[in-house]
């Protein structure tokens, strides 16, 4: 890279990180935005083509130029610099190396930062001391697992605590049961984070048992399902946590992220709730937000411009955090944006005025009798028994 | 129609079930004897009157429901009206069941048990009848989005082929009542499966031993344009009838085209095929309705496609990539968007092909020839049709599906010594 990108990517970074800890408003999100756009689209060369090939001039106006697709995160080209400038690799879960994400990052610093300033006011806004137990592996078994990351990272800020799953992927089901045990008789009340996929397999392998854990307790649950286990329907797998563990439905709370991003997006309900407003919470289940860097739109499929709120579209996001990959990402979501109403606003951490509802993934449904990619490369279709 | 049960020419009966089974069997059956009271004669004039029938309906409702356009619809059926001549159907049955030879007999199934999880409306509606005309009564179960236009279907053929239509009886029930599933696939003495993989595997699940399984799995085609002659407005024309034909979701419309060229040669002809001879096509069949989850899905592979493609969008959105090399053949997201690849010549083709092995299944050219040597290597990945540009969507009569055929997979021999 250039000197002259050295030096703006370094002042952008900076710039950030100041936004980051002392907060960004609409106006310098703007500002900020348009620059980090700008040099994207002129210093990382595959950005700057594909901006050309889609006919939008990477010197022109910032809010013109495009949304990188997700699908882009399979390149190892996407990353500006030399690779032996990386710091850390994520993947993102597949079967294959062809099918799998990377994301490359020089630094940690957004990341770490962005993990940080988001999870703290979204989820532990209440100030809690909470027993971490987590349903993944460590960070030294999964180094490539942005998940993991996030999740090394929060407890090492947070008073530690404890990974539950070895490398071979095997749930230590009872230290759990005897964490949940233990905490059922010291009142101290518990954290438990993980993948979906994770607490459906804890549900599924209890065979009855339940808990009521203390006052406080409270849960984050994550990702899609992956093949990994039996899929459950969102309400049902909270319905199911909190029958199970006698959590309060509200300290429930749905993380939204990827491998392909550095921020986090959370469901505004759990803020709600810790600040003493379950009635506003109620109505935000379901309803994500994320923090003043990483703010999402809803795009129309064919034109990729905005759809008016309410409508269903493909789920766009500006994760500035993204200052070495693409801080414009279209996703495979499908997604609906929603108003946030002025009461709610003014008690989440940052100034909100819309919330993202999720609609399903995109995907073609088998109309006709020709093979779909996925199928070709794994062997198996997608489409159901009919 | 939310009931379990089947529709026969008697009218609905519910639940299929176990008691359902027997009132279907029993249907067959009957269908069966008067199938073969029939003069083969007698059944050819039936099918070209249900042709001529097809040919002549509305599909609107039923196109809405599968997702394309009426007028591609209407297309299909036409085509379906031009295949079903008796000449036609004479050699077809002479081709898949020779009668002819001294020492072996064709002995076809009693009852036939169709499923049609996901395929092009037309080409399901010929492998119901095909049987139906060689004598075999047929147990249909179609997918939910296909359900329309079966119901309309048995409509047409109550009222153009009388005589055929008690033969034809349409199950339905969800796709979770494994019950009736199970009690459908033992219906027949042979099962056609025609879906995806997974379909294919759970139906062979409930097959028996002693019953006959015929799966027709999803398959890929491409397109090749060679440089003798150079590609003119003809030939391009008739690809963008092969890419318009069932907005690209058919196993033999073409994913890629390959070209013999450069670079700038992909570019132009993408250019030309978005400009000039896409357009009168797309007005005339337009694309079906896409919901938000595949406009989405349409949406990310052309973007992804622009990290090294540039795009020519025609007037109706049909959308053509333009590649700087070659890259192995793969579907593509379907809804009328087609890459462009420049190869060498044909040899550089053939790997590009192989790789899609081993669900290859059709190559349509123009501008050169495949030598034996080429087709042997391309049959390995699968391939079992070559056509010209402009006929990949239309196959004839005497083509065999996937290979295998219609009625010849479903034979039992008889041996006379």
């Known amino acids: ?386 | 129609m939310d009931v379990t049960g089947f529709f026969s020419g008697a009218g609905w009966h519910a639940p299929l079930g176990e008691a359902g089974l027997a009132q279907a069997v029993q249907a067959m059956y009957q269908a069966r004897l008067a199938l073969a009271a029939m003069d083969i004669e007698a059944r050819l004039a039936a099918m070209t009157q249900l042709a001529a029938g097809l040919g002549a309906s509305d599909w609107a409702a039923g196109a809405e429901a599968c997702g394309c356009s009426a007028a591609t619809l209407a297309f299909g059926f036409g085509e379906l009206e031009r295949c079903w001549q008796p000449d036609a159907m004479r050699r077809f049955l002479a081709t898949e069941l020779p009668q002819e030879h001294p020492h072996w007999r064709p002995l076809l199934p009693q009852r036939l048990a169709m499923v049609l999880a996901a395929t092009v409306p037309p080409a399901g509606i010929q492998a119901t009848m095909l049987p139906v005309m060689a004598g075999v009564p047929v147990l249909v179960r179609a997918a939910a989005r296909l359900q329309p236009l079966m119901r309309a279907f048995l409509e047409v053929l109550a009222r153009c082929a009388p005589a055929l239509a008690p033969a034809v009886i349409l199950a339905h029930f969800p796709s979770s009542d494994l019950d009736s599933a199970a009690a459908m696939a033992a219906a027949g003495d042979a099962i056609v499966v025609h879906g995806s993989a997974r379909a294919v595997a759970q139906w062979q699940r409930l097959a028996r031993p002693h019953q006959i399984f015929v799966p027709y799995g999803h398959r890929i085609s491409a397109a090749y344009l060679g440089a003798d002659p150079e590609p003119t407005p003809a030939i391009l024309s008739d690809l963008a009838l092969d890419l318009c034909l069932w907005d690209q979701y058919g196993c033999l419309s073409p994913q890629a085209l390959y070209l013999q060229g450069d670079a700038k040669d992909a570019a132009e002809v993408a250019r030309q095929l978005a400009h000039h001879a896409l357009p009168p096509l797309e007005a005339r069949f337009p694309l079906g309705p896409l919901d938000a989850a595949a406009r989405a899905h349409r949406r990310s592979y052309i973007q992804n496609a622009l990290l090294d493609a540039h795009a020519f969008t025609a007037p109706g959105g049909a959308t053509i990539l333009a590649y700087p090399s070659a890259q192995p053949l793969t579907p593509s997201c379907g809804a009328r968007v087609l890459p462009v690849y420049p190869v060498a010549d044909l040899d550089d083709l053939i790997p590009h092909l192989s790789a899609a092995a081993p669900h290859l299944q059709c190559l349509g050219m123009a501008g050169a020839t495949l030598t034996p040597q080429r087709l042997a290597t391309l049959t390995l990945a699968g391939l079992n049709r070559v056509c010209p540009l402009g006929h990949m969507q239309r196959p004839p009569l005497s083509w065999r599906h996937d290979g295998i055929g219609t009625l010849a997979p479903l034979v039992r021999w008889v041996s006379l010594a």
Request: hydrophobic share 45%; aromatic share 8%.
């Open chain 1, 1 to 386: 890279m250039a000197a002259r990108w050295a030096a703006e990517r370094a002042r952008l970074e900076q710039a950030l990180l100041a936004g980051m800890t002392r907060g960004l408003a609409p106006e310098a999100w703007r500002a900020l935005t348009a620059q980090i756009m700008t040099y994207q689209a002129q210093a990382h060369p595959l950005y700057g083509r594909y901006c050309r090939h889609g006919g939008v001039e990477p010197g022109g106006d910032p809010w013109g130029l495009p949304p990188l697709p997700v699908e882009a995160f399979k390149r190892a080209d996407l990353f500006p610099h030399d690779a032996s400038e990386a710091v850390a690799t994520f993947f993102s879960s597949g079967t294959t190396a062809e099918q799998r994400s990377r994301h490359v990052f020089k630094t940690l610093a957004l990341m770490d930062t962005a993990i940080l300033a988001t999870f703290a006011p979204m989820v532990l806004g209440d100030g809690a001391e909470l027993s971490w137990w987590v349903l993944t592996p460590s960070d030294a078994d999964a180094p490539h697992s942005s998940l993991v990351h996030m999740f090394a990272h929060l407890m090492r800020h947070h008073g530690g605590g404890h990974f539950l799953v070895d490398a071979a992927g095997n749930l230590d089901a009872p230290r759990l049961t005897a964490a949940l045990d233990a905490a059922e008789a010291s009142g101290r009340p518990v954290f438990l984070l993980g993948p979906s996929f994770a607490f459906v397999h804890f549900l599924d392998g209890l065979g009855g048992r339940r808990w009521r854990l203390p006052a406080g307790s409270r849960l984050l649950e994550t990702g899609g399902y992956k093949g990994l286990s039996r899929q459950v329907p969102r309400p049902d797998l909270h319905a199911a946590l909190v029958a199970t563990l006698g959590l309060e439905a509200a300290l429930i709370v749905a993380e939204y992220g990827m491998s392909e991003l550095s921020s986090q997006l959370y469901e505004a309900s759990m803020a709600l709730a810790l600040a003493g407003h379950g009635d506003l919470a109620l109505a935000l289940r379901d309803r994500f937000v994320g923090p003043p860097w990483c703010r999402f739109a809803v795009l129309d499929p064919d034109s990729l411009t905005e759809l008016p709120w309410g409508e269903e579209g493909q789920i766009a996001l500006r994760d500035l955090a993204n200052l070495d990959s693409a801080a414009y990402v279209l996703t495979g979501d499908l997604g609906r944006c929603h108003p946030v109403p002025p009461e709610a606003a003014a008690h989440l951490p940052w100034p909100v005025d819309a919330c993202l509802q999720l609609c399903g993934r995109a995907g073609a449904v088998a109309k006709g009798c020709s093979i779909a990619l996925d199928a070709m490369l794994s062997g198996a279709e997608r489409s159901l028994w009919m």
